[in-house]
């Protein structure tokens, strides 16, 4: 899924309807934010994670300590 490109007027809009009205200096910087998350998301929904345990699954100090000193 490619990362969509968000304007700075979209980015306002999306704002504004959050209740989160921009200052007009701030639109460009927020929907290159949101860009940036949108790729990282993008790239996240990509992962195969298989049989990957959720993270309720895990146990912390419960693990084999198998190392040597």
């Known amino acids: 899924m490619p990362a969509m490109d968000i304007t700075p007027p979209e980015a306002a809009r999306w704002a504004a309807r959050a209740g989160l009205p921009l200052p007009a200096d701030r639109h ?10 949108h790729s990282v998301v993008a ?3 990509e992962l195969d994670f298989g ?3 959720p993270a309720g ?5 419960e693990g ?5 000193v």
């Not at 460009?28 to 998350?37: L, Q, W």
């Not at 084999?64 to 040597?68: L, N």
């Open 28 to 37: 460009t910087a927020v929907a290159a934010t949101a860009h940036h998350i």
């Open 64 to 68: 084999k300590h198998d190392a040597a």
């Open 43 to 45: 790239v996240l929904r």
């Open 51 to 53: 049989d990957t345990a």
């Open 57 to 61: 699954a895990y146990r912390a100090g």
